[in-house]
């Protein structure tokens, strides 16, 4: 006869697991993050050059979530250039510069690639 007592919990391998787990979700989300960068960067318009060269990412993984958020740290006169070139913006003598969409395009496949590859990861059996 074989027998088998356990006392106490599993709450450190637990712990263990879910540490692992977030940073191997985090590595993931590290590369598509980065190929969002470049791609941000490669699509943005360029008069100096400064605000293509001033994207970079966050992380945030929490509890049941994780978020890569954009960023563009390019801020001149208190506006982020990267927002004007989007949206659009007036002219100090009333006129009106119009938007270009070059975030949505440049950012559009790097989702793409991100869901197919989350994809496959929630439908593989191993």
């Known amino acids: 006869m074989i027998r088998f007592e356990h006392k106490g919990d599993f709450s450190k391998i637990t712990k263990f697991l879910e540490k692992a787990k977030l940073g191997s979700r985090a590595k993931i989300l590290d590369k598509y993050a980065q190929e969002g960068v470049k791609a941000l960067m490669s699509a943005t318009p360029v008069d100096s050059g400064r605000t293509a060269?001033?994207?970079?990412?966050?992380?945030?993984?929490?509890?049941?979530?994780?978020?890569?958020?954009?960023?563009?740290?390019?801020?001149?006169?208190?506006i982020s250039i990267a927002i004007i070139l989007q949206f659009g913006h007036g002219t100090g003598t009333g006129g009106w510069v119009e938007g270009r969409d070059y975030i949505n395009p440049a950012i559009q496949p790097v989702f793409e690639n991100l869901a197919d590859a989350a994809w496959r990861e929630v439908t593989s059996r191993e």
Not at 53 to 78: H, L, T, V
């Open 53 to 78: 060269g001033s994207w970079y990412y966050e992380i945030e993984d929490g509890k049941g979530m994780a978020k890569i958020n954009f960023c563009n740290s390019y801020i001149n006169k208190g």
